[in-house]
């Protein structure tokens, strides 16, 4: 029996954004569960289409700018936040306010007041002299306000978080999204979301029971299967209802996987006509092969990890996986071997 692993995804927010709802910024780390770094994880904010790949530190980025891929100071001063530097602009001079205060408004220090001059500036945050926690950045330009969340002891990062004052005013904008967090061997984790900006909880990833594939909970769930116009072997549009949880590959096999088995297996085989435009590499999708090609594969990677093989047949003519045929095929689904799914 396989030894159930764990992969924990940790997402800090390193600050958050507040009244500033088109902006999406969410990090984090990925793990297992000897605290090892995870890449080539994929997390995925569902509705929001953001995307990232873990590196070899394990660390992903999802980041979305409604104002492109910058984060701009624009005339009228709105700040940035960038490491632990607050950033603005001036369009004429005035006078400035700067302080940093704990979350019950108390004020802990004044970085700056008095009048300044037209022109950009930056003041250190001095968020290393105190404890960590969450504390507030207040920032007055003549009669505009900001206001911003900050971390104390986790690394900053570049971002702008203009927020209306006064501090009771300061409100998350709810959203309804869902992140997915893939990673192959592992089952996937789905968690439901409320704002793009925020600490979530720790997400802990386990490993599937069958490797590189994930239990669907398709039993007495229902479609809609066939269509009113078409071919006729598609009429009618009728209820169909699953009688069992069935396992999928997440991904789709790979030129690598296909070709060291069915080299393996057959010693005519030859790759397919992989074409450099289509894209050529052994972590990349099989394709150029044909439907008997497929379940020839299947039965293969059946017999190597010790299922029954669904596919039967009389003979295999040509080159088995390229481009072969396959005479008198019969298809047997009460067995446990790999196959392609149907309709």
């Not at 500033?20 to 994880?41: C, P, T």
């Not at 979301?193 to 069958?210: H, K, N, Q």
């Not at 549009?237 to 699953?242: C, D, L, P, Q, R």
Request: proline share 4%; net charge negative.
């Amino acid at each position: 029996m396989k030894k159930t692993t764990m992969l924990t995804i940790s997402l800090t927010l390193l600050c958050l954004v507040y009244g500033y709802s088109g902006n999406i910024n969410l990090k984090g780390r990925v793990v297992d569960e000897n605290d090892i770094a995870q890449n080539l994880a994929v997390v995925t904010l569902l509705k929001a289409g953001v995307s990232d790949t873990t590196n070899d530190n394990g660390e992903f980025h999802l980041q979305q700018l409604t104002t492109g891929n910058h984060l701009p100071v624009n005339s009228f001063g709105q700040p940035e936040i960038i490491g632990g530097t607050v950033s603005f602009s001036l369009p004429v001079a005035q006078q400035v306010s700067l302080v940093l205060l704990d979350m019950n408004g108390r004020v802990l220090k004044n970085i700056h007041q008095g009048v300044m001059q037209k022109g950009c500036h930056d003041f250190a945050i001095p968020l290393s002299d105190y404890a960590s926690g969450i504390y507030l950045v207040k920032l007055q330009m003549g009669t505009k306000s900001y206001i911003s969340k900050v971390y104390s002891g986790l690394s900053q990062t570049n971002y702008r978080y203009p927020v209306s004052d006064p501090p009771s005013l300061l409100k998350v904008s709810v959203v309804n999204d869902t992140i997915i967090i893939t990673k192959n061997g592992y089952d996937d984790k789905i968690v439901e979301v409320s704002a793009y900006v925020g600490g979530l909880p720790e997400i802990t990833l386990t490993r599937g029971s069958i490797e590189g594939m994930v239990l669907i909970p398709a039993k007495d769930k229902s479609f809609q299967m066939g269509s009113e116009e078409g071919d006729a072997t598609e009429m009618p549009v009728h209820t169909v209802t699953f009688t069992r949880n069935f396992w999928m590959d997440k991904t789709e096999v790979t030129q690598g996987e296909y070709s060291k088995l069915m080299k393996e297996t057959y010693s005519k085989y030859f790759d397919p006509d992989w074409k450099t435009e289509f894209g050529i590499g052994p972590d990349l999708p099989v394709y150029e092969v044909n439907w008997y090609d497929a379940v020839t594969y299947c039965n293969v990677l059946s017999k190597q990890d010790g299922f029954d093989t669904v596919y039967s047949y009389k003979e295999l003519i040509r080159v088995p996986g390229n481009d072969g045929i396959i005479q008198g095929l019969v298809a047997d689904f009460s067995k446990n071997g790999y196959r392609l799914p149907t309709e």
